[in-house]
């Protein structure tokens, strides 16, 4: 079962930064925050993961609040294909990936 | 070069009948996955295999069986297809001790 919350939809400007937040007030210790997204009728993607620390990659960065309660996915300069739907899921090391229904971001010219 | 494959890409049977998809990874990892997603979009895993073994077996019918012949390989055999069976069937692989999964492209299966 999802332990985050994402707001549904959202939609953001060609060229400009995409900031996705999500919830996780009851994260565990050892429990990593993960990023993916899903292209319509594709296989979902990896984008980021962290622990504690904001982490930041080819295709974006993540903050993560001091807290650990909550965390923002930026993708930097959004472009079309960026459109998806996008997955903030929290897990151990337990092998097991729970989806929620993650946020529906639009990217619009 | 495809690092996670599955095959058939669509798969279209009646129901009752028993069918196969086949799932291969290329990356070296030594464990895979089975996830299902329904017509809601929910993305729910079925079955994990580490080094062939079953590590997760997340209440599925016992009509579904993983077989996983080898490391680089895992495959999902269902017998007497239902028409609550139709969804889009995603493979996936990880190394050990991490949740980094990277997906196949997805089995659509349609049972009439």
């Known amino acids: 079962d999802a332990k985050t919350t994402q707001p549904t939809s959202m939609d953001c400007a060609e060229g400009r930064a995409a900031n996705l937040p ?23 993607q990896y984008i980021i993961h962290g622990l504690k620390n904001n982490e930041t990659n080819e295709m974006a960065s993540l903050i993560i609040t001091e807290d650990r309660k909550s965390s923002t996915l930026i993708l930097p300069h959004a472009t079309l294909r960026d ?11 337990d092998y097991k990936l729970s989806f929620g229904a993650g946020t529906t971001v639009t990217v619009r010219a | 070069d495809t690092a996670v494959s599955q095959t058939p890409k669509y798969l279209v049977t009646q129901m009752g009948n028993d069918k196969s998809i086949k799932c291969e ?17 929910f993305l729910k895993i079925m079955f994990s295999y580490n080094n062939k073994e079953l590590i997760i077996n997340e209440t599925v019918p016992n009509r579904f069986s993983p077989k996983s012949p080898d490391k680089a390989h895992l495959n999902l055999h269902i017998n007497s297809l239902e028409l609550g069976d139709s969804a889009v069937y995603f493979c996936a692989s990880s190394n050990y001790h991490t949740d980094t999964q990277y997906f196949g492209p997805g089995t659509r299966l349609t049972v009439l």
């Open chain 1, 83 to 93: 459109t998806a739907v996008y997955y903030c899921i929290v897990g151990g090391n």
């Open chain 2, 25 to 41: 990874q290329n990356l070296g990892h030594d464990t895979m996955y089975w996830y299902k997603q329904d017509s809601k979009k």
């Open chain 1, 22 to 44: 999500c919830n996780h007030s009851t994260i565990s210790g050892n429990e990593y925050v993960y990023w993916y997204r899903q292209i319509h009728s594709q296989g979902p």
